[in-house]
């Protein structure tokens, strides 16, 4: 069993449509990573959580530490927002043990 | 500023040859982490070093290994390389220590073992 879980693994919408891409994990973290990989590769941090909410733009990242469990939230979605969503966390404290990852949500966004 | 920059871009090897990639982090940042990205297995963490020492390494063979020098800056090196080391192999530097920060990613080499 995957340590970080995502769901869904792909995901169309329609622009204008609000967008949730879930994330769990079954052991104790220091911290969850929200990022974004579009084709060719590179990868951007989107967001950082230990605790509570975080916005920024059109993307709120929410993590319920009790329950294991944070969403990523895209506010009237647009195709430029068609990318891979990938859930990493810290299993230590101060990244020595580096990233878990998810397996990624493939999101597609129709015009 | 200047963000992370990884060399070569694209690198084709044959299987037993050895490959060394270069990772040259944020200006201040003293962690450099690397891991692998495949179609089947997504992305793995290879190893993480903080002040020119490894903290801790994944679940590769002993082939795979790295350094990472006074400035910062990192490598990794594969040796005898086989089919299944072709991938995306990127870094990422972050301020490190025992705090956790966030990441900033270079855009990746491509390996392709023939």
């Known amino acids: 069993k995957n340590e970080v879980e995502q769901s869904p693994q792909n995901l169309t919408a329609q622009e204008g449509e609000f967008i949730t891409i879930n994330c769990s994990y079954s052991v104790g973290i220091s911290a969850l990573h929200w990022l974004q990989q579009h084709p060719g590769g590179g990868i951007v941090s989107l967001f950082m959580?230990?605790?509570g909410k975080k916005k920024h733009g059109r993307l709120i990242a929410t993590i319920n530490i009790q329950e294991k469990h944070s969403s990523l939230h895209i506010t009237a979605s647009h195709p430029r927002d068609s990318a891979v969503y990938i859930c990493a966390v810290n299993l230590g404290g101060g990244g020595a043990d580096g990233l878990t990852f998810g397996k990624g949500t493939h999101l597609i966004i129709q015009p | 500023k200047a963000g992370v920059t990884q060399t070569p871009r694209y690198l084709i090897k044959t299987r037993g040859q050895q490959v060394t990639l270069s990772c040259s982090p944020i200006s201040g940042h003293r962690s450099v982490s690397w891991y692998q990205q495949t179609p089947g297995q997504g992305l793995q963490f290879l190893f993480e070093?903080?002040?020119?020492?490894?903290?801790n390494k994944g679940n590769f063979p002993g082939r795979f290994s790295g350094r990472q020098f006074s400035n910062s800056r990192s490598e990794m090196n594969v040796s005898t390389l086989e089919l299944g080391d072709s991938a995306l192999y990127l870094c990422?530097?972050?301020?490190?220590?025992?705090?956790?920060?966030?990441?900033?990613f270079g855009s990746g080499t491509r390996l392709t073992v023939v």
């Open positions: 959580l230990s605790s």
């Open positions: 070093y903080f002040s020119e020492t490894q903290r």
């Open positions: 990422a530097s972050s301020l490190g220590g025992l705090v956790n920060y966030g990441y900033t």
